[in-house]
Structures are given as structure tokens and as C-alpha cells.
């Protein structure tokens, strides 16, 4: 309890400051804009291919005919991509703009170590990300109305999705520790949370087996796809935690070292 | 209360400060003097833990701030040089969360923050949000921070930089207030404030000690020098009959009309040089002793003991 508490008070700062500041408010509104034109696109084409599968009798393939892979899959890939540019963009605020203000000597000077710190940030981000996914969430419960389906799949491949998020909000949170600047924690973020999609490109360019199946571990598409499908597997929830644990880790190592480097 | 032992901080190469040693006991007021790069604040980011020094001992209230830094922190009031503010916050939900951060027992929240917003005259803007403030404001709610748990210890690094001479006058006043309550440290370069509101004094120089005592022990250091400004109607040749003074050391000739003269000792000096004035005929019209004694001091072990030193 009592290393909670200093803990409970940062993150509740943040959420104060995330959610009485038009910020948070601008980004869902953003955010519902984009997923409502795609949702209804989308939707659209849905019904539509139905109608024609009905009307042909043709049967087609399965996939095209699932409103998962139809729907929810280019929904949540918008969901994706809405946080590899808005998670840098809270994240910034997080560490470096604490920095630049002097109010981390604030932080750095009351009771409260570097890990509390960074787990409070982190859980605020964690929220935020929460919240996002709830919103597109919403576009799946409407949908229920409309059409029967099984809805565990999609809130699988949403897990999935929600889980990048908090693998972006680690490593931003990173990257926001790195730099007194804002503007390069925000730019060094969006570099991290690309780049991990792209390193499991990397198997694609290499022979040797042993480094293929490291690289194949690294992906992070390789550890998303089954849960996109519905399948959880345990090495892939491995994968975000330790992403997650290593750059958190890391943010903790950084704010310990100013100690020593100032 | 406060106790540095061989405490030594290096940057790299740079030596920013060497074996300091000092003792603060409990209630007192420290000035911590130096000119601007002396070590002050460093010396004062170590005391809270802020910085890890490169060897030495420094404790808190029995507690060593590099064993057992969250100890220290519950117990330290900090205002760093800019005041740790965040702008998109009201000054009371400020205060209430460094209240909560300072993991003071909760029962006490309303009467503290209450009394801090008080002490520091900010009860009628308690409300609005602090990047709306002025800086002088800012730098109130930086030491209204620092006393909200009411700590044991405040630390003050140059409290009043960036104020109008009123808000300077009244935060000297409220650090008179506080003394006996809290031990204070408070760092500065201006001589001043450390008369005004100090009971001892450590005199910092490039990273070393070079005078600590209570304040009116340092200053007997110097006692029996004078400056005497001197200010005559007309312009004549005094400086011959000033020469012949007993105790002269130095003659500073700044107009025809204006001269400032140093002396070593006191004794009769005022009453022979209104003799000279008058005889010679020039007309006085202004003979005023000036006991900067502590700014003699300080300029004396800083800069050494050089004659054309201005301030």
C-alpha cells in the first residue's frame, strides 16, 4: 500500500490533465470521424456482398463473406494506425515536457523512486488507449443489432490491437525520457512504433535459419495474427509483455540516470 | 539537522564543488553565498536527493540522502531555481497534489494547504490557473510548494530571483516568518538577503568553504574598515589633505565632486575629513559611512583582496 500510493497520485495528475485538457476530447473526435467513414464503407460493401452471394447463390469465399474480416479487420487497422501517431503524441507530454518545464524536479525531489513514476505515466497512457478502443468497440455493438454474428473473434483481434497500443505507449514513453524536446520524443516515437513493424520484414532478406526464427520472434505481426484470427497463443502475449517490461525498463533506467548525469 | 560531510561533486573534468563541510542545526536560517557558478546549487540538489554526489556524506535529519532518499524527501521543502509548476493546473489543485505526493498524513490537507496559501499571500488567487499568473506569482506558488508539507527542512535555491523589490521585501519577510518553525537553507548572491534574513552564514567559492559563521561573527571580520562617500559643492584639489588622513588606505576620485574613501580603521576619520572640506573651502554637502561590512567580506574572499574591486 504504501508504494502504491505515491504511485495513485501521479497517475491521477495525469488523467486530470489528460481529461480536463481539450486534447484527449480533439483526438477521439478525430478518431470517431475516420472510424465512422471507414465503418460505414465498409459496412456497406458488406451488405452489399451479401445481397450478391444471396442473390448468385454462388457461395464465394468464406472470408469475404464474414463480417470479421470484412468489417472489424480494416476497422481495427485504422484503430492501429491511430495510435502509432497519437500515442507519441500524449507520451511526449509525459516525460520530456515535465523535463523542459523543470516541474520533473518536482517529481525527482518527493517521495516517490524513478519505477513509481514511470509505472504512473505508463498506466495513463494505458488508459488512454483503453478509451480508444472503447470507442471503436461501440462500432461492434452497434453492429450486433443489425446482423448476427460472434462477437469473441473481433474482441480478440481488438485485445490484439489494444495490446500494440500499449506496446507503442511503452516504447514512446522511451522516447520521450530520451529527450528534452517534445517535438524529437514525438518523431523518435512514430520511428519506433513503424519500425516494429517493420523488423519482421528482416526474415524475408535472411538465410541463415537461426536468425530467420529470431526475427520471426520479433515480429510483431507474426504475434497479431493469430489473435486477428481468434486464437490466442501464449508466446504472443509473451512477446507484449516483454516489449512492454523492456522498454519500461529502460524509461526507468533513463530517469535513474539523470541522477547521475546532471 | 543537516550535516556535509567531504562532499564532492565533479561534471566530467570540472570540479564543481570540493570537501564541502558544514552543520545546520535545527531552526536555523543558512545563507548559502557565493557568486553566480559557485557550487550553491549543485550543493542544494544534493541535499534533496535530486543529484547523487561523487563522494562524500551528506545527511538529514539523521538520514543519509543517498541510503535512504525517499526518507530525506517526505522531510524537504524544495524550490528549485524555476519554480516546479505545472501551468495547465490551479494553484490549489497544485498544492493539493504536491500535498498528496509528499505523503504527509492526510489528515492535516485542508489546514496546510490552507495555512502555505496563506503564508504566501495567494488565498485570493487560489483559484485560477497558474500559466495565467505573473512571475512573480509563479515564484510564490514555487515556495508555497515548498511549505505545504510543512517539512522539516526548506531549501531554497535563490527564492527571490526574477521579483519586484515590494514581492522581494515580502518574501524576505515571510523567511523571517518561517524561522524557528523549519530549518532553512536558502542559496543567493545577493549580500543583502542574507543580512536581511540569516542567522549564519556559508560563503561559497569556486566549490570551496571559504567562510562559515554566524552572521555577526563574519562580519566582525572585517570590523573597523569604512567607506566613506564624500560629495562637496564645488571641485578643489582635496585629494593632498586626504592623504595626510591617519587610517587612509584607498582614494577613489569618481568626479571632480565625488570621492569614495576606504579605511582600515575607524577613529576619528568622519570628523577630519569635514575639517579638510571645510577649510579647503569646497563646501560639504554629503559625508556618509557605509558599513558593507559583509559585502567587503564576501568580495574579500571571493575575489581576493584586490583595491579596484566595484560591486
Keep these: 500500500m504504501k508504494h502504491i500510493k505515491p504511485v495513485v497520485v501521479v497517475f491521477k495528475k495525469e488523467l486530470r490533465a489528460l481529461f480536463l485538457s481539450p486534447l484527449f476530447y480533439f483526438i477521439t473526435f478525430l478518431a470517431t470521424i475516420l472510424m465512422g467513414i471507414t465503418y460505414a464503407v465498409s459496412i456497406w460493401n458488406f451488405s452489399q456482398t451479401l445481397a450478391n452471394t444471396m442473390l448468385t447463390m454462388l457461395g464465394g469465399s468464406s472470408q469475404q463473406q464474414n463480417i470479421h474480416y470484412v468489417v472489424f479487420v480494416p476497422h481495427l487497422s485504422l484503430l492501429n494506425l491511430i495510435y502509432i501517431f497519437v500515442v507519441p503524441a500524449l507520451a511526449m507530454r509525459l516525460i520530456s515536457e515535465e523535463r523542459k518545464n523543470r516541474t520533473f524536479d518536482l517529481l525527482l525531489t518527493s517521495p516517490i523512486n524513478s519505477t513509481q513514476i514511470v509505472i504512473s505515466k505508463y498506466l495513463s497512457l494505458v488508459v488512454v488507449n483503453f478509451g480508444l478502443a472503447l470507442v471503436s468497440l461501440f462500432y461492434m455493438l ?4 443489425m446482423y448476427q454474428f460472434e462477437l469473441a473473434p473481433s474482441l480478440l483481434a481488438l485485445l490484439g490491437i489494444f495490446l500494440c497500443g500499449c506496446s507503442y505507449a511503452a516504447m514512446n514513453l522511451f522516447a520521450s525520457s530520451l529527450t528534452d524536446s517534445a517535438m524529437i520524443s514525438f518523431f523518435v516515437g512514430i520511428v519506433l512504433n513503424i519500425s516494429i513493424w517493420l523488423i519482421g520484414g528482416l526474415t524475408e532478406l535472411i538465410d541463415q535459419p537461426i536468425f530467420k526464427a529470431v526475427f520471426d520472434q520479433v515480429s510483431l505481426n507474426a504475434h497479431l495474427q493469430p489473435l486477428i484470427e481468434g486464437v490466442v497463443k501464449l508466446n504472443g502475449l509473451v512477446f507484449f509483455a516483454s516489449v512492454i517490461f523492456i522498454f519500461c525498463f529502460l524509461t526507468e533506467r533513463v530517469i535513474e540516470s539523470v541522477r547521475w548525469r546532471a | 539537522m543537516i550535516e556535509v560531510i567531504d562532499l564532492c561533486k565533479n561534471y566530467g573534468e570540472r570540479k564543481a564543488i570540493q570537501n564541502l563541510n558544514f552543520k545546520i542545526s535545527t531552526g536555523d536560517v543558512v545563507g548559502l553565498l557565493g557568486p553566480n557558478g559557485a557550487g550553491k546549487s549543485t550543493t542544494m540538489k544534493i541535499l534533496t536527493g ?71 499571500q495567494l488565498v485570493d488567487v487560489k483559484n485560477r490557473l497558474i500559466k ?65 534574513t540569516c542567522n549564519k552564514v556559508i560563503i561559497i567559492h569556486e566549490g570551496r568553504i571559504v567562510a562559515q559563521d554566524d552572521i555577526d561573527k563574519i562580519e566582525r571580520l572585517n570590523q573597523g574598515a569604512m567607506t566613506v562617500s564624500v560629495r562637496t559643492k564645488e571641485s578643489k584639489a582635496l585629494e593632498n589633505g586626504f592623504q ?52 567587503d567580506v564576501f568580495l574579500k574572499l571571493t575575489y581576493g583582496e584586490q583595491k579596484d574591486v566595484q560591486v
Excluded at chain 2, 70 to 79: C, D, F, P, T
Excluded at chain 2, 181 to 186: C, D, E, R, V
Design chain 2, 50 to 120: 535530486f543529484m547523487a554526489p561523487t563522494s562524500g556524506v551528506a545527511r538529514i535529519c539523521g538520514y543519509d540522502v543517498f541510503e535512504h532518499p525517499i526518507e530525506v524527501k517526505k522531510r524537504i521543502g524544495y524550490l528549485p531555481e524555476i519554480p516546479p509548476v505545472y501551468l495547465d493546473m490551479t494553484i490549489k489543485d497544485y498544492l493539493n497534489f504536491v500535498f498528496d505526493l509528499k505523503q504527509v498524513d492526510p489528515q492535516f490537507k485542508t489546514d496546510f494547504v490552507v495555512k502555505s496559501l496563506q503564508k504566501t
Design chain 2, 132 to 196: 495565467n499568473l505573473s512571475k512573480g506569482y509563479k515564484q510564490r506558488v514555487g515556495i508555497a510548494q515548498a511549505l505545504v508539507s510543512n517539512p522539516e527542512v526548506l531549501i531554497l535555491d535563490e527564492p527571490t530571483v526574477g521579483l519586484d523589490p515590494k514581492q522581494v521585501a515580502e518574501v524576505r519577510e515571510l523567511i523571517k516568518e518561517l524561522r524557528g518553525q523549519h530549518t532553512i537553507i536558502l542559496s543567493t548572491h545577493i549580500l543583502s538577503e542574507v543580512q536581511a
Design chain 1, 142 to 145: 452497434i453492429s450486433l443489432r
Design chain 2, 244 to 295: 595626510k588622513l591617519p587610517s587612509i588606505v584607498d582614494i577613489e576620485k569618481i568626479t571632480g565632486t565625488y570621492y569614495r574613501l576606504k579605511f582600515s580603521a575607524r577613529d576619528n576619520a568622519l570628523d577630519d575629513i569635514a575639517r579638510i572640506i571645510i577649510d579647503s573651502g569646497a563646501g560639504l554637502v554629503e559625508l556618509s559611512p557605509q558599513n558593507e561590512n559583509l559585502e
